[in-house]
């Protein structure tokens, strides 16, 4: 079994998981699900530099280095990743605190919502 | 004068009036007079260049890319237009001064005007068409803030909506022709378009851009079929009519055709078109004016009619018929003007607009009579007065006109449109000022003062001058008739005179005027006949168009938005993969170029538990507790991987990203129930598995085939790897491409992360200061907290621990450039030190030891890493460049000093900052919820039955 096919599988799983848990009707999991969704497209960002082992883009004697530019930006992906969270989860927070229900679905829009400016 | 200030100066003097609106009416409009005036006054200084027959041109690249520039043309078209608009523009700002009421906000009234009449003078000065169309655009909405001034007044709001949506709607279409007409063109620019006439018309994409852009014209100056907004939009104040309803906006369509004329014109579609749109809307207007009661709606179909006969003159596609246009336009412009004026002063004393209700006003308003009279009989056709000459050279040019192959149908519309004109003329004359005088006006009347009768007084002596001497007028006419025929036909080279000898338009128009005052007479009984006559009302159909597209995209949002989070996540995901296998069916995929990596026992392992954690979660993600410690494996064992694929720094930065993003789960879990119910049937697990499997195989093939595949191009790295050390003076190539090739990318990304922490922040504030603070102060938590708040050994720990956090969070730092480490990861072990104090020792006694607060800290850290990047100006290089130099201060080694370590120290306090805002914010709602926050640590907490209400909250010492 080749690292490729663990690394690829593995960021298959983090998507379907993500996209599986994002899905669901009640802000928490929605929330995991984003983060496990972050993960996966982080992985996938920095393997599109491709895989190598022990060569880390620190100058040195070596001659070979992995690509450091995927890892460049998802570094600060991550960083950004954490604030896109914390917002999120905020959003959630004042939802739930606001209305004493943390579903993620507005309900269907009622009549009331029809009444429109007739000015 | 530059034309770009002449154009700017209205929308700069737009600021002025509502500035000025407490200083007082006069001054209101004074000085919106006096910004006018320059504007005029710059214009005019343009004239002897115009007049020498050159074209004025100055311009300056806006988007070259997309061939949009701010490039202004002033001819002799552009010029008579511009005086028409700054002129009357003059007259109406007087004359507005006195008809607004000391209730109207006279500051708001005069930013309007100004910003539509910058627009305005905009458009007809533009040698770029996408220009032209951002004009073109700002003038429907200043109409449609005229129009609804009056905000109270439902007609009024109801009348801009409509003005909105028709123009808005023509808008859109013109924008569609005139891209095609540049495509075509292969430039946007007028001067280039207007040399291709051949090219354009022989273009297969003719037609199309003739009909969009004829749509927008049309539905602009109000031909048939739109017609009908024109006179709902008198619901504005009556300068706005008189200015952008008769005189000015709704000859932007007109001018548009103009413009284009030497490119569009002169085939059968556009004679086809125009022609018979004109004459329609020149007859429908005419006779709908006769039977209107309203002053001013009768003006508004009598504007609507004259706008019919000037397109179908410019759709006769002759110069004649051309040069009639623009001398229409012009004395259209000045009795109508007029005449909108003089209907604004009767509405104004009389207080009723309405025909039927006055009479007599001759006694009582002399001059206004004569004003309107004078005006009036101008638009009817009577001899030495201006409108008499363009009916006549128009009644000449519909004498030589076959439409359909029918010699007579163009002259015998173009005699009824007459004729019926003549008679609302008449009608208006005779019902409104003359007759005995009635003695139930709703208020007495009487002439105005001279500031409201002066600027229409003043375009009458207009209206006298040209049609008593027209040759006065005919130069000019025939300098712009010039500019309108560009090198597509010669200035015809007749002249303008009273008397042109007993040729068949002087016995049509005999015709026209002996019918409208037989019509007249029989005014009643065919007033009968028109009441009792069935006719589709515009407004009905109008607004039965508008309920249908309001209810069909009312439909299709509620299917497709409903409001329903998981709907769109849905929708994304089946979409993003159809469209992903779409290219992957339709694209070809090489042999793999590169050998898989054998994996040892010990990878597998790691993805065993990578997987075994990640299906953990999806299964009991019920658990929420549990679901976070699952999380947090996934976290550690991605940062893992990090660790193995050589990349140290992503993984020390996933490693403690992971610890701050449990921190704030667990503080939103305190708030959250703990436990997911069971909500989704059967069937709706199974299509989100199903949608699921599809993204994530999708996702696992894609990554699987390049992941043995070399890249198709060399990577930009290479030029990082070698330049890394030389240019950017550091080792760690990852860090110098953050802080030095990418500083800028990273300069914005901490400028994000600052923001979602203010915007944490801002939402904490909102939610403590809203009806959920009560909620919070009254919750009780849903298991018993532990005895001791702030156990001794953790409180001991973690303030031993937190000098030594701070000197690895300082080593990371500085080593950063050569090493793995840097600003970003420095900051986030310094958060993790800080956090882990208001974790054991509580939040009010850290509060107190802070000594700078968060936000400062975030905007120190942008402001630095800002400073940093402006100060490579100071040595003439692009912002953020960065330079570095090696000291050597004895006794220690020799060392680098990089302003990019500056740079990266305002990564540093951002990410500090943006990561303690947030998790303070977070902190600050779960203390204000329960027990007052203990000064001292290890204290035992009374309150930890939350059984008890009794319990005293307030002595927990």
């Known amino acids: ?119 | 004068m530059s034309l770009f200030l002449v154009v700017a100066l209205p929308f700069l003097g737009a600021l002025l009036p509502g500035l000025m609106n407490n200083a007082g009416r006069q001054a209101c409009a004074g000085v919106t007079f006096t910004v006018s005036l320059a504007a005029f006054i710059g214009l005019l200084t343009n004239l002897p260049a115009v007049l020498a027959g050159e074209v004025v041109m100055t311009g300056v690249n806006w988007l070259p890319s997309l061939g949009l520039n701010v490039n202004l043309m002033l001819d002799g078209l552009g010029f008579f237009f511009a005086l028409l608009i700054l002129g009357i523009g003059l007259l109406i700002i007087t004359y507005a001064r006195f008809y607004l009421s000391r209730d109207d906000n006279m500051g708001e009234f005069f930013t309007y005007l100004l910003l539509f009449q910058g627009a305005m003078v905009g458009i007809v000065l533009s040698d770029n068409i996408l220009l032209l169309l951002v004009f073109w655009e700002l003038t429907s909405l200043s109409s449609f803030l005229l129009i609804g001034y009056w905000k109270h007044l439902p007609a009024g709001r109801q009348g801009a909506r409509m003005a909105l949506a028709v123009t808005g709607m023509g808008g859109l279409a013109l924008i569609g022709g005139m891209l095609i007409l540049g495509n075509i063109a292969g430039s946007y620019d007028l001067s280039v378009i207007l040399q291709n006439r051949e090219l354009i018309q022989e273009s297969p994409l003719y037609l199309p851009a003739l009909l969009l852009i004829l749509l927008g014209c049309f539905t602009k100056s109000a031909q048939f079929p739109f017609h009908f907004w024109l006179p709902h939009a008198m619901a504005a104040p009556t300068p706005v009519s008189a200015y952008l309803h008769s005189a000015t906006m709704v000859k932007a369509g007109i001018f548009l055709m103009a413009r284009l004329w030497p490119v569009l014109s002169g085939t059968p579609e556009w004679f086809v078109i125009v022609t018979s749109a004109g004459l329609i809307t020149m007859v429908l207007g005419a006779v709908i004016a006769l039977f209107k009661h309203d002053l001013k709606a009768l003006l508004a179909f009598s504007t609507v009619s004259h706008l019919g006969l000037i397109t179908m003159l410019l759709g006769t596609g002759t110069a004649f018929g051309a040069m009639a246009a623009v001398f229409h336009i012009l004395n259209h412009a000045t009795f109508k003007a007029a005449l909108f004026m003089s209907a604004g002063i009767v509405d104004h004393e009389a207080h009723t607009r309405d025909i039927r209700r006055l009479g007599g006003l001759r006694h009582l308003m002399p001059i206004t009579f004569v004003i309107a009279t004078l005006a009036a009989l101008s638009m009817a056709g009577i001899p030495f007065l201006n409108g008499f000459l363009s009916k006549e050279m128009m009644l000449e040019e519909a004498n030589h006109t076959i439409l359909f192959d029918t010699p007579w149908l163009v002259p015998t519309l173009a005699v009824i449109g007459s004729l019926f004109s003549a008679a609302y003329c008449f009608r208006l004359i005779g019902h409104t000022f003359l007759g005995k005088v009635r003695d139930d006006y709703p208020a007495t009347p009487h002439d105005p003062g001279f500031g409201m009768w002066g600027p229409p007084a003043l375009l009458v002596v207009l209206v006298v001058m040209i049609g008593c001497a027209p040759f006065l007028a005919e130069p000019f006419v025939k300098l712009v008739t010039a500019a309108v025929l560009g090198e597509a036909a010669e200035v015809p080279k007749a002249y303008f005179k009273i008397w042109h000898g007993l040729v068949p338009a002087l016995y049509m128009s005999i015709a026209a005027v002996v019918g409208g005052l037989i019509v007249l007479t029989l005014f009643k009984p065919l007033l009968r006949v028109w009441d009792a006559a069935p006719r589709p009302e515009a407004k009905t159909i109008f607004e039965a168009i508008i309920a249908a597209s309001v209810s069909l995209s009312r439909g299709l949002i509620h299917g497709l938005h409903n409001g329903a989070f998981s709907r769109y996540a849905a929708i994304a995901a089946v979409t993003i993969t159809a469209a992903g296998y779409h290219a992957w069916s339709t694209g070809t995929i090489g042999a793999p170029t590169r050998s898989p990596q054998p994996a040892g026992a010990v990878e597998i392992a790691g993805w065993i538990m990578l997987v075994a954690a990640t299906c953990g979660l999806v299964f009991l993600h019920r658990n929420r507790l549990l679901s976070l410690i699952l999380i947090g494996i996934v976290g550690l064992m991605v940062s893992i991987g990090f660790v193995f694929f050589s990349a140290p720094d992503l993984a020390m930065t996933q490693i403690t990203v992971e610890v701050v993003t449990i921190i704030l789960l667990l503080l939103a879990l305190n708030f959250l129930p703990n436990r997911t119910p069971i909500q989704s049937s059967v069937l709706r697990r199974v299509r989100d598995v199903a949608v699921a499997l599809a993204a994530g195989g999708a996702t696992f093939v894609m990554a699987y085939y390049f992941l043995l595949r070399e890249a198709v191009t060399t990577p930009i790295s290479e030029f990082h790897l070698a330049n890394s050390y030389k240019g950017g003076g550091g080792t760690n190539v990852v860090n110098v491409i953050l802080v030095d090739f990418r500083g800028f990318d990273t300069f914005g990304e901490i400028i994000v992360l600052g923001i979602a922490a203010l915007l944490i922040y801002a939402l904490t504030e909102t939610l403590l200061n809203g009806p959920v603070r009560a909620r919070l102060l009254n919750r009780k938590p849903d298991q018993p907290r532990a005895g001791d708040m702030h156990p001794m050994m953790m409180v001991v720990l973690t303030r031993v621990i937190m000098p030594v956090v701070l000197l690895v969070g300082f080593y990371i730092f500085l080593r950063g450039h050569n090493e793995p480490g840097g600003g970003f990861i420095a900051g986030l072990i310094v958060s993790i030190g800080v956090v882990m104090q208001y974790m054991a020792s509580g939040f009010a006694w850290t509060s107190a030891r802070l000594r700078y607060p968060y936000h400062g800290i975030i905007g120190a850290g942008v402001l630095i890493a800002g400073l940093t990047g402006i100060g490579s100006w100071f040595v003439n290089k692009p912002f953020l460049t960065s330079d570095f130099t090696y000291v050597r201060i004895p006794p220690f080694e020799k060392f680098e000093l990089a302003t990019a370590a500056l740079f990266d120290l305002g990564v540093f306090l951002a990410v500090v900052g943006a990561v303690m805002l947030s998790l303070e914010s977070f902190s600050r709602l779960a203390r204000r919820a329960h027990v007052k926050d203990s000064e001292h640590p290890m204290d035992i907490d009374p309150s930890r039955d939350p059984a008890d209400p009794t319990s005293p909250k307030t002595e927990g010492v």
């Open chain 1, 1 to 119: 079994m080749g690292l490729e096919l663990l690394v690829a599988s593995a960021i298959g799983i983090l998507t379907a998981a993500g996209v599986y848990l994002t899905l669901r009707l009640r802000t928490f999991p929605v929330i995991l699900g984003i983060s496990l969704l972050t993960y996966a497209v982080n992985v996938f960002l920095f393997a599109s530099g491709r895989l190598s082992v022990g060569a880390p883009p620190i100058l040195t004697d070596a001659t070979v280095y992995t690509d450091p530019l995927p890892q460049a930006l998802v570094l600060t992906a991550i960083v950004i990743s954490f604030g896109m969270t914390a917002v999120v989860v905020m959003i959630a927070l004042g939802a739930y605190l606001g209305a004493n229900d943390d579903s993620i679905d507005d309900p269907i829009a009622t009549a009331d919502d029809q009444v429109e400016d007739q000015a």
